[in-house]
Every structure is written in C-alpha cells, then in structure tokens.
C-alpha cells in the first residue's frame, strides 16, 4: 500500500514537472538556465536605461546621476586625502562624497573608464552638470557593468549553495527563484532608471550570506565588511549577521577563537578600505561625519517608515532636538531587532538566518535615522532570497515596495518603466503551473487583501490624473506612504513570528571538531 501511494507522489511530482513552463529552461542544466536568464535580465535593464534618471535636465544641482557623476570628477582630479575634505576644489556643498571609502574607491575606478573615453565627462569643475548623450550612454555602462560583475554572480553562488542542501528541490523551482531575484523590478528601477550603484552592496551582501550558508564565516565576514565599507545602509543587515554568527561560535570547541577569527577579519577589511584616512584622528573623523548627515532631520521627503508616517500627527521635528530624536531612533530599531536577534543566538539556523536579515532590515526600515524611499531595497532583498518558502510575502514586499517609490519614480518620468516591470515581474511570479497553492502560505483574507490592491491601483489612478488640494500639496503622497507603512508592519510581524517558530537547529559534535 505505501510504495503504491509512494508511486502516485512521484507519478504526480513527474506530471507537475512537464506541464511547468519553466521545464524547457531548465532542461540543459542549472548554469545553462541562469546564463539564459541573466542574458535576459540584462536586456531589460538596458531597457529600462533608455528612461530618464534623477535629476535629468533638471539645474543647479540635478540629482542622484550628476551625484554618481561628480564623485568620479573629484575622485580621479583631487588626491585621496582631499576626497572628504571641503576645499575650493571639493565643494562640499554640491554632492559632496556621502558613503564609504569603498564607494569613493568605485567612483575613481569609473571615474577613470569616462576619462578614457570621454576626458570632458569628468574633468573638473567644467563638467559640472554634464548631460551629453555619448556621457550619459558611458554612465549607464558603469551600471551595467556592475550589476553583471557583482550581483549577478552573487545571485548564482547563493542559489548553487542554497538548493544544495536542498536535494529534493526541483530544478524549475531553481530557474524561477533566480528569475525572481535578477529581474527584480524596485532593484532595476533605482538603478538603471533613478540612477544608484545598489547592485554592489546588495551584491556583496548576498555572496556573504551564500558563504554563511556554505559554512564559510571568514570569507562571509570579508564579503560583508566590503558591503558596509560600500554604502553604510548596509548596516541593516549587521544584526542579523552578528547574532547568527556569535551563536554559531559560541556552540564550538573553542568560542573565544572563532569569534576572534571573525572580529580579526572584520578589523582587517575596514583597515585595508579606510587606510588612506588612518594617518590621523582628524582625517578619519572627517571622513566619518560625512557619513552620518545627522543635521538632514529624521527623515526626508515622503518615505512609508514609522517618523514619517506619524509625523502627520506627532510633529517629530518641532517637538525633540535631533540628539533626542537620534536616542529615540536608535532605541526604537535595537529593540525591535533584539527579538530576532536572540532567536539567532539561541538557535542558530540558516532558515532562521535569512529570517532574522528579513527582520532586522525591516526594523532599520521602519525606525532608523534618516530613511529614503529606496532604502526599502534592504528588506527586499532577504525577502526574495525567502522566495520559494514565503512567495506570497515577496509578491506583497514587492509591491508596496514599488507603490512606496511611485511619487519619487514619478518625479523622474519613469512610469512607463514601473508599469511595464510589474507586469512582468506579475507574469513571471503566476508564471509557473503549480505554484499556487504555495503561494498562499500567510494568513490575509482574501477580501481584505483584494480590497488593498482595489485601492492601491485607485491611488496609482488618483495620482496620475489628478491634482492635489492646494491646502494639501502632498496629501496623496501622504495616503500613499501610510497604506505602505501599515503592510509593511503586517509583514515585519509576520516574519518576526515565523522565526520564533522555527525549530532549535541541533549542532552535531562532528561539525564542532570540522569547524
């Protein structure tokens, strides 16, 4: 009776396999498909590079493409020392560097492929506001090219680690969930339309967590110091890592060694990154306050985060000076992320892990100092590594994630681009027959959740057609921003809930002598 009901499972999962679309893709192999599939990814994004970008004809200061643009003009005209430093040469004032030296590191190396074959793209001070189409076309190419060498291979190491300790997994289920990450809409949109290098740090941040799950924690922590040292945001990621990291060490032979082995290779990368400004205090202070713009407020524009949101009815600026604010924050994203934390330290897993960076993005997210609207890509990001586990949470992520973007989107003409890759990233997350049942693992009503998509595609309608009160310019932007934020908190609780659920993982004695 058993091998005959045995036979009927494996008879059904061999149907369910040819009739799934994916089948044809996957039939050559694992690498064969992804090539396919990055091929494809690529066309888009150039695609979607043939759009504006922030700030496109827009003077005196443009907007996040001149920003990317000017720090190549400082970084490969001024020396490294006068990077971060105000002077009559670097003002400062305008797109003054901002992120890490790792950043700056890019931005030199970019900086010196334009003047190879556009010297008047970056030279200094005559290129301010540069916009010629053979300059523009060269910038886009940075992009590109970064997205290719940095998140892709990114992409194809986490999901060769990640299905090899899942021996049962089909090979369909491999080809979507790498269709799924690399043809992210919000990722595409901030930076082959809005204009942003997010694809490095993401990039990195990924192959650390693909070495985490290999057991790799040295190479891990190298890959994930790298990211920190590229864009400081990435720093919504360092709980999640800390915790499962401290409570993987602390179950070994030799605690003490293997957390000091780790903090040695932390210490070790941001030495390596940050040497040219360790000849003195001033200098690396000075590279450090440019990293914290504290004197911005609590946050900026319309952004779907707790400051924001209630700051119709708590008037946040006005009430607290920014140190109290800085307290506030910092109190409020600690223990928020302190739950999940703990679970990690307790019992350390991967599923758990990728948990916890799902958890301690959002609670950055929701509560941090100073958030922008393309900050909700860190959340994004361990949601679509969760894919096959939690679908129906990214395909929510995903668009609230788009919908919190849409009036900065807007502002850069890019509608035609944020429609036309959510429909596709629609048609590709229904894609596959069989799915389905699966997709539906977290607990909505169905009508509640129709009627949040009803008035979220009303809002898209209401924005473009219509105009605002003028004793409210920016009342849609609120309702906006509020609708988000409140799925946002849904999901925040959710996956905080599913990580406590997860059973201990029980360490084998044989991996503690391995390890």
């Known amino acids: 009776m058993e091998k005959r009901r045995g036979r009927k499972v494996m008879k059904d999962k061999e149907e369910s396999v040819d009739d799934d679309p994916w089948r044809w893709l996957v039939h050559k192999g694992i690498v064969a498909s992804f090539l396919c599939i990055a091929v494809f990814a690529l066309l888009v994004r150039a695609a979607v590079s043939l759009h504006p970008y922030s700030g496109a004809g827009n003077p005196p200061k443009y907007g996040d493409f001149e920003a990317q643009r000017h720090w190549m003009e400082i970084t490969i005209n ?60 060269l910038m886009r190419w940075t992009v590109l090219s970064s997205d290719a060498l940095m998140f892709f291979p990114a992409v194809f190491y986490f999901v060769i680690v990640y299905y090899a300790s899942r021996p049962h997994g089909q090979k369909t289920d491999i080809a979507w969930h790498i269709a799924i990450m690399l043809l992210n809409p919000c990722l595409m949109l901030i930076d082959h339309g809005h204009f942003q290098y997010n694809c490095i740090s993401l990039g990195l941040t990924v192959g650390a967590v693909a070495a985490v799950l290999s057991n790799k924690e040295l190479v891990a922590c190298f890959l994930f110091s790298l990211a920190l040292n ?57 590279v450090l306050s440019r990293l914290a713009p504290f004197e911005r407020g609590i946050y900026e524009d319309y952004v779907a985060n707790f400051w924001c949101t209630t700051s119709v009815l708590i008037k946040w600026k006005r009430m607290f000076t920014t140190q109290s604010l800085k307290l506030l924050s910092l109190g409020a994203t600690v223990s928020t992320c302190l739950p999940s934390m703990v679970q990690q330290i307790r019992a350390p897993s991967n599923q758990g892990f990728l948990y916890g960076l799902l958890n301690s993005a959002f609670s950055f997210y929701i509560f941090s100092f100073q958030v922008h609207e393309k900050s909700i890509l860190l959340p994004l990001l361990p949601a679509s590594l969760l894919a096959l586990e939690e679908p129906f949470l990214l395909k929510w992520i995903t668009f609230y994630a788009l919908f919190s973007m849409f009036p900065l989107l807007c502002r850069d003409e890019l509608i ?26 977290l607990s909505f009503n169905s009508v509640v959740t129709t009627l949040l998509v009803l008035c979220s595609v009303l809002l898209h309608i209401v924005y473009i057609t219509m105009q605002p009160p003028n004793r409210y310019p920016f009342l849609f932007e609120a309702v906006i921003m509020f609708l988000c934020f409140s799925q946002f908190v849904v999901l925040c609780f959710y996956s905080n809930a599913k990580q406590w659920s997860l059973k201990r993982t029980i360490f084998m004695d044989k991996e503690k002598k391995l390890l």
């Open 416 to 441: 035609l681009p944020y429609f036309a890759l959510s429909a596709l990233f629609i048609l590709i997350y229904h894609g596959p027959s069989g799915r389905q049942d699966r997709r539906k693992r």
């Open 230 to 286: 590229h864009k400081q945001m990435s720093a919504y990621f360092a709980p999640a890592f800390f915790s499962h990291l401290f409570g993987k060490c602390i179950r070994r032979q030799n605690p003490l060694l293997e957390v000091s082995k780790l903090g040695l290779v932390v210490l070790g990368t941001f030495v390596l990154v940050w040497w040219p400004y360790l000849h003195s205090m001033e200098a690396f202070l000075g």
């Open 78 to 137: 001024l020396p490294v020392k006068e990077w971060y430093r105000n002077s009559t040469t670097n003002d400062l004032s305008y797109w003054g560097l901002d992120y890490p030296p790792l950043t700056a590191y890019q931005s030199y190396i970019h900086g010196l492929f334009l003047r190879f074959f556009h010297p008047e793209s970056v030279s200094l001070f005559t290129s301010r506001g540069h916009e010629s189409y053979f300059g523009k076309l």
